[in-house]
C-alpha cells in the first residue's frame, strides 16, 4: 500500500529542494520517508544523514509536536497524510573550554604576570594551575577564601559541593557570599562571584551534601580535595574516599580562635585518621553554630589551605604532608607539629581493616551521631506549648544554662541561671515535683544538661525546650533577636 | 550577502552584553527574495549545560520548532541564527561549523569585557567545507 506523507523544509534546505517547503514523500516510517526525500533530491543527503543510517546529531525531525527520538527513531511508523517536519538543532560556540587548550592567552599573561615573575610558578606552573581541577568542599568559612583565591590564581576548573542557603548569620566570615545571596543555594552565590572574578574559569558545581554514597563519584574527576566542611562525619568520609582514589586532601578546621591545617595524603604521609583514629565523642566540641568563631579565623585558615593547594598543583615548597600546623589567633602564635603515619592506622596502616568507603550508617555511627538520640529520649516541649502552659499559671521552673555573654545578647524571662557546670552540684534548687525546662540557645547544650542531670540521679521531669531561645524568638516573642 | 539594519544589530549588540561572561543566542527572521533581509529577532534562551554557557550556545530542536511555527504564521523565513562570543573574536570556531547548515546566516557578535564590539556574519559552503564571511548591508 503506498503512504504519502509531508515533510516540511527548514529555509536552509530549501535550496536543496528547489525552493518548495512542503515535499510529498513515500514511507510507512519516518526513516523511508526520509530516505525517500533524499531519492527526490540527492543534493540534501549529506546534511540530513551522518551516514548511510544515522541523522546527523543536530538534525531533528517531528512528527506533530514529538521528537521522533522520543519515539522510536527512524523506525516510527507513519499514517498515511502524517506530517514529518525537519527542525536542525542550532548550536556554536566560541570552542575550546579554558583548561582544554594548554598556552595562555595574551589576556591571561597579563591577568597572570605577578604570578608569571616569579621563578618558583613561572608560564609553567601558571599553565598547571589552568589545567588543574580542584574540588572544594564547604563554601562556607573555609570554602569562601580558597575559593576566591584560587579562582584569582587562574585555577582552570574549581568545583563547589554545598547543600546549604545562604543565612545572615554567615555573613560575618564567608565572603564569597553578600547581603543580596541571603537565601540562595550557596553554590549558586559562589559560582557567581567566581565567575565575576575570572572568566577565564571553569566552575562546576553539587548542590547537595558529600555522603558516603556520591563521594567517589564527585571526588573522581578532581586532581585535589581542598576540606573545608565543619562536621567529623564527611571529614571522614572526605579522607577515605580521598585514600581510596589517591587524592590528596588540604585540611583546614577552626573552633573559636584556633585554627588547623594539614595536608592528608595517605600515599606520601599521614591521613586524618592517623590523626584522629576516632572523632570525640558528640557534644564534647562543640561547632561554630554551638561555640562560636572568630570570623577573621577562617579567613586566615582558608587562605593557607589555598597556598597548599597551589604549591601542590606547582609543585616545589614544602608542603605540610606529614605535618600539622596549628594557630591561635587569640595569643596569634603559629605551632608545627610533626605528624607520623600511623602503622596502626585502620585506613592507611600496616594491616588495614577499612578496605572501602562504608556506608551512611557507619559514619553516622562511627561520629555517634545516631546513638545519642536512640539511647536516651528525653522528654520535650516546643516553645509554643511552654508559652501555653505558662499562659495557663502552670508552675515551672525555666533554667538557663547559657554564657554570661549570650545572656547579655537577649535574656529569657524569669528564668533561673545555672551554668552547666554548676547544674549537677545545685540540683538541690530545684523542685522533682515542679516541672523544669532547661533551655540553651539552639535547643542542644540543654539536652546534655538533662543526660548530665538524669546521670546523677535527678528524680523529676526535665524537659529540652526544642530550638531554644533561638525558638522562642522565632515562634513565640517575636521582638526578640536571633543570634 | 544578508541586509541587517542597525536597529536589529545594535539590539543583537545588547543581547551580547545583557548575556555577558556566558553566550546569547536568537533566531533571525527575515525574507528572502534574491537576498536575506533581517526584519526581526528572537532571543532564545540558550539550552547549553550549566556551567558551559561560556563558550557554548544551544537552541533546542524544541525551541526551533517554535520559531519555525511561528516564522510561518508571520508569513517570514528563519534566516539566520546569532550568537555572542565573549572575550573571544567574532570568527566561527570548529565547533559553529560542525554545527552548521548551509543557507542560514551566523551572525556572530563579539563581546569583549562586557561592551560588544565586532559584529560579522558566516555563511556555510554547501559542501560544508568552509565558513566564509558573509556580507553585511544596512538597510536602508
Not at chain 1, 189 to 202: E, F, G, T, V, Y
Not at chain 1, 298 to 319: M, N, W, Y
Not at chain 1, 356 to 364: A, I, P, R, T
Request: aromatic share 8%; charged share 25%.
Amino acid at each position: 500500500m503506498e503512504m504519502a506523507v509531508t515533510i516540511l523544509i527548514p529555509t536552509a534546505l530549501r535550496s536543496f529542494t528547489e525552493r518548495n517547503s512542503e515535499i510529498s514523500a513515500q514511507g510507512t516510517t519516518a526513516g523511508q520517508a526520509l530516505q525517500n526525500l533524499t531519492e527526490q533530491y540527492p543534493a540534501i543527503k549529506k546534511h540530513l544523514f551522518l551516514d548511510e543510517e544515522n541523522l546527523r546529531d543536530f538534525v531533528n525531525v517531528f512528527l506533530g509536536s514529538d521528537n521522533i527520538k522520543n519515539l522510536k527513531g527512524l523506525n516510527t511508523p507513519l499514517k498515511d497524510g502524517d506530517t514529518l517536519m525537519i527542525v536542525p538543532a542550532i548550536a556554536g560556540g566560541r570552542g575550546a573550554p579554558a583548561g582544554e587548550s594548554d598556552d595562555l592567552s595574551n589576556e591571561e599573561i597579563a591577568r597572570y604576570s605577578r604570578h608569571l615573575l616569579l621563578p618558583e610558578i613561572g608560564i609553567e606552573g601558571q599553565k598547571k594551575l589552568k589545567a588543574a581541577k580542584v574540588l572544594i568542599i564547604g563554601t562556607g568559612g573555609l570554602g569562601s577564601p580558597l575559593a576566591l583565591y584560587l579562582a584569582a590564581a587562574g585555577v582552570g576548573t574549581i568545583g563547589l559541593v554545598d547543600f546549604d542557603y545562604v543565612d545572615e548569620s554567615n555573613l560575618q566570615r564567608q565572603i564569597i557570599h553578600g547581603v543580596k545571596d541571603v537565601g540562595r543555594p550557596k553554590v549558586a552565590s559562589a559560582k557567581d562571584r567566581l565567575k565575576s572574578i575570572n572568566q577565564h574559569i571553569n566552575v562546576v558545581t553539587y548542590n547537595e551534601s558529600l555522603s558516603s554514597e556520591n563521594a567517589l563519584d564527585i571526588i573522581k574527576d578532581f586532581d585535589i580535595v581542598a576540606d573545608g566542611t565543619d562536621n567529623y562525619q564527611t571529614r571522614y568520609i572526605v579522607n577515605d574516599a580521598c585514600k581510596f582514589l589517591g587524592k590528596p586532601n588540604v585540611y583546614g578546621s577552626v573552633f573559636q580562635f584556633e585554627g588547623q591545617v594539614s595536608v592528608f595524603y595517605a600515599e606520601k604521609g599521614a591521613c586524618y585518621r592517623c590523626l584522629y583514629p576516632s572523632p570525640p565523642p558528640p557534644g564534647l566540641v562543640p561547632s561554630c553554630a554551638e561555640g562560636g568563631v572568630l570570623g577573621v579565623l577562617p579567613g586566615i585558615v582558608g587562605t593557607l589551605q589555598a597556598s597548599e593547594v597551589i604549591k601542590l598543583i606547582v609543585g616545589g615548597g614544602k608542603p605540610l604532608i606529614g605535618k600539622l600546623l596549628t594557630f591561635d589567633a587569640w595569643n596569634m602564635r603559629f605551632n608545627e607539629l610533626n605528624l607520623e603515619k600511623s602503622p596502626n592506622c585502620p585506613l592507611c596502616g600496616e594491616n588495614p581493616t577499612i578496605t572501602e568507603v562504608g556506608s551512611d550508617e557507619y559514619y553516622c555511627e562511627f561520629c555517634g551521631i545516631k546513638k545519642q538520640e536512640q539511647e536516651k529520649p528525653i522528654l520535650a516541649i516546643t516553645p509554643t506549648e511552654l508559652k501555653e502552659r505558662l499562659d495557663n499559671g502552670d508552675k515551672i521552673t525555666i533554667i538557663d544554662i547559657r554564657e554570661p555573654h549570650e545572656r547579655a545578647i537577649v535574656k529569657f524571662p524569669g528564668a533561673v541561671v545555672i551554668p552547666p557546670g554548676q547544674l549537677v552540684r545545685r540540683m538541690d534548687e530545684l523542685k522533682p515535683e515542679v516541672d523544669t525546662v532547661l533551655i540553651c540557645r539552639e535547643g542542644k547544650k540543654s539536652i546534655l544538661s538533662i543526660e548530665d542531670l538524669t546521670e546523677a540521679g535527678y528524680s523529676g521531669k526535665l524537659f529540652n525546650l526544642i530550638d531554644g531561645i533561638k525558638g522562642w524568638a522565632r515562634d513565640v516573642d517575636t521582638a526578640l533577636p536571633i543570634y | 550577502m544578508i541586509y541587517i539594519s542597525e536597529e536589529i544589530k545594535n539590539l543583537i549588540k545588547a543581547e551580547g552584553e545583557k548575556a555577558y561572561p556566558n553566550e546569547c543566542c536568537g533566531v533571525i527572521y527575515g525574507n528572502y527574495d534574491d537576498c536575506k533581509k533581517a526584519v526581526s529577532i528572537e532571543p532564545i534562551i540558550n539550552a547549553s549545560e550549566d556551567g558551559e554557557q561560556y563558550h557554548r550556545f544551544l537552541i533546542t530542536p524544541e525551541n526551533m520548532l517554535k520559531a519555525e511555527l511561528k516564522a510561518r504564521e508571520q508569513k517570514l523565513d528563519i534566516i539566520g541564527f546569532y550568537h555572542s562570543h565573549p572575550d573571544h573574536p567574532a570568527a566561527p570556531s570548529e565547533y559553529d561549523k560542525e554545527h552548521a547548515l548551509p543557507f542560514y546566516s551566523y551572525v556572530i557578535v563579539s563581546v569583549i569585557k562586557g561592551r560588544a564590539e565586532d559584529f560579522t556574519s558566516w555563511e556555510l559552503s554547501d559542501d560544508r567545507e568552509n565558513f566564509n564571511s558573509e556580507e553585511i548591508e544596512n538597510e536602508k
